[in-house]
């Protein structure tokens, strides 16, 4: 069975995307950007998983809770989000006056795809005593159902900020759950929820990769299934993981993640050595399929069409605002 999230990455995304026929260079399309966003007043916003041009053009890069953050702030009257849909959807909630556009509006997530708003409802409804605890990466209705969000990085900070006789119910990301269950010793319940990028790495060929380079330390996002996160030396939010390998002494890394974060650590330290992370015996190869949908062409043609356009329903904007600032406020 072809689970809905993977169909929607593996299906041709033009009907959906700015996508158009272009014959132009990287060097031209670079340059027609850059001509767009001055004369529309526009700005690029880019995860780290995005290819590294598109990381190179952007006017900000950051991991989900900088986006958030700085879209809560921006003055420009266009944001073009390189990244994923709910990532558009949270700068939407946060500054709805403005045109927020994606590239490709299939580039969704396996985390947000696989939690359903009236299936969350449900179990939110079974469990009425619970403080819902819900990570970003869930469709703008699962953040309204939400009592208060959180992001790899913040998401330690937030479980902390509940009360402790407060039970958690705690969604989509089960990896991130449990981790969560363990640094804060707080019993949670868990939505099953798993990212399909991260759940691949694979422990074993980890192991067998550090025994080639000992010295290198293993760098992993909270995502990583258990026995994955169990043989690191750093386990952090993409922000956190650049941070510790600017500033850590060593100078070789194994990178359990999305490996289009290894441009930024490449740049900041050009003299490190990095290693992507195994999913198999065979592949280093873990890409996001949602993430890679973004192109240089699909950027210059939604900031020229003006299209696609992320929308969100008043009714769940207003109800999502609230567990978003509520992240917000804790930092
Ligand atoms: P970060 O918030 O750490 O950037 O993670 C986003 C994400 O999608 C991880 O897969
Ligand atoms: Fe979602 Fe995983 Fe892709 Fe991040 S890497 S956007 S969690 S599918």
């Excluded at 959906?16 to 060097?27: I, N, Q, R, V, W």
């Excluded at 079974?126 to 990466?137: F, L, M, S």
């Amino acid at each position: 069975m072809s689970a809905p999230y993977l169909e929607r990455a593996m299906t041709d995304s033009t009907p959906h995307s700015a996508a158009g026929s272009s014959t132009m260079s990287d060097k031209e399309l670079i340059s027609n950007i850059e001509q767009l966003k001055r004369e529309k007043n526009a700005v690029i916003y880019a995860h780290f998983y995005q290819e590294s041009a598109i990381q190179d053009i952007a006017d900000y890069v950051g991991d989900s809770l900088g986006l958030a953050q700085r879209g809560a702030k921006e003055d420009a009257d266009i944001i073009v989000l390189a990244g994923v849909f709910f990532m558009g959807e949270t700068a939407k909630i946060l500054s709805p006056e403005k045109k927020v556009l994606v590239p490709d509006l299939a580039a969704g997530c396996s985390l947000a795809d696989n939690c359903e708003a009236g299936e969350f409802e449900a179990f939110v409804k079974q469990h009425p005593d619970h403080e819902v605890v819900t990570y970003v990466n869930c469709s703008a209705a699962v953040k309204a159902l939400s009592d208060i969000l959180c992001t790899s990085s913040n998401a330690v900070r937030v479980i902390e900020s509940i009360p402790e006789d407060k039970p958690i119910l705690f969604a989509p990301d089960q990896h991130l759950g449990r981790y969560l269950q363990k640094v804060s010793g707080r019993n949670m319940l868990l939505w099953e929820g798993a990212c399909i990028v991260h759940e691949t790495f694979d422990a074993k060929a980890i192991v067998k990769l550090k025994a080639r380079h000992p010295n290198a330390l293993v760098l992993a996002h909270p995502e990583c299934p258990e026995p994955v996160l169990d043989l690191a030396d750093h386990i952090g939010s993409t922000s956190s993981l650049i941070a510790f390998a600017t500033e850590d002494s060593g100078q070789e890394y194994i990178v359990v993640t999305e490996s289009g974060i290894i441009h930024q650590m490449q740049k900041n330290c050009p003299e490190k050595t990095f290693h992507a992370a195994p999913n198999n015996e065979n592949c280093s190869c873990a890409e996001c399929p949602f993430m890679r949908l973004n192109t240089l062409e699909k950027i210059y043609n939604c900031l020229l069409k003006e299209t696609p356009t992320v929308e969100v329903p008043e009714d769940i904007r207003l109800r999502a605002v609230r567990p978003l600032e509520r992240m917000l406020a804790l930092g």
